[in-house]
């Protein structure tokens, strides 16, 4: 069963910061991965997803991969208060239609 | 987001039988049922692809789902338990395919007494 993990578990930072969130999972093989925002009371949102080794950007969004060392970041530049939410990494399990999400980073922008 | 609405929003309950519903207005073939407990990430349940039920995870019984056409879902709940209070979102994808995105609904909060 694949597992994912997120550190850190939570973060604060001054709005203006730029914030770097991590994510490791377990299985080589496993697809895409995902980052989704969840803001309180609401359903998870998707930002970026990455399949290929390297980095990928849209916006203030930058998400880097290694899969030979099974790791995922996601970057966002010149944070906002509108940012301060749960993010979640979510593997996608091939062509399954299954989503392995990890527990979750809070993050927290500060006017 | 209001192209996927779940209905009820809030529901508590005792050791009742109920019904949550999800429809979807995307034009997509894949539906999700996802239950997301309190310091939980959401964890599949079930998944239909063009009215097929195509994954089953490990669920108790008293879980049954319904895709009567390809924009709604039905989660029938039966003699809830308290494991059970949880919040269950509704999600739709354009297929099944690696890389899809899906679109989630805003939950429904379900408390059992």
């Keep these: ?70 790791h995922v970041s996601l970057h966002i530049k010149d944070s906002q208060p509108s940012d301060s939410a749960v993010y979640l990494c979510a593997v996608s399990m091939g062509n399954t239609g299954k989503l392995i999400f ?8 500060q006017p | 987001n209001t192209k996927i609405t779940q209905s009820p929003r809030y529901l508590i309950l005792g050791r009742a039988n109920k019904s949550l519903e999800c429809e979807q207005h995307l034009g997509h073939n894949a539906m999700y049922w996802y239950k997301q407990s309190a310091e939980k ?48 979102f509704c999600a739709s994808s354009p297929g099944t395919v690696s890389n899809e995105r899906l679109f989630f609904g805003h939950g429904t909060k379900l408390s059992v007494l």
């Excluded at chain 1, 995902?34 to 009371?41: A, R």
């Excluded at chain 1, 990890?102 to 922008?109: A, K, S």
């Excluded at chain 2, 039920?53 to 009567?68: A, G, M």
Aim: one cysteine or more; hydrophobic letters at 35%.
């Design chain 1, 1 to 70: 069963q694949e597992k994912v993990q997120q550190s850190p578990e939570s973060l604060i930072v001054p709005e203006g910061a730029m914030v770097s969130l991590n994510c490791s999972f377990s299985d080589s093989a496993s697809q895409s991965i995902w980052w989704y925002q969840q803001h309180p009371g609401k359903g998870p949102k998707a930002l970026i997803s990455i399949f290929s080794n390297g980095n990928k950007k849209e916006g203030r969004l930058t998400v880097y991969l290694n899969r030979a060392s099974l």
């Design chain 1, 102 to 109: 990890g527990l979750g980073t809070t993050l927290q922008v």
């Design chain 2, 41 to 88: 990430p959401p964890e599949l349940m079930f998944l239909y692809n063009l009215k097929q039920l195509i994954r089953n995870e490990t669920v108790p019984s008293r879980f049954i789902p319904e895709c009567p056409d390809s924009s709604k879902l039905l989660l029938h709940i039966s003699a809830v338990d308290p494991e059970d209070s949880a919040v269950y």
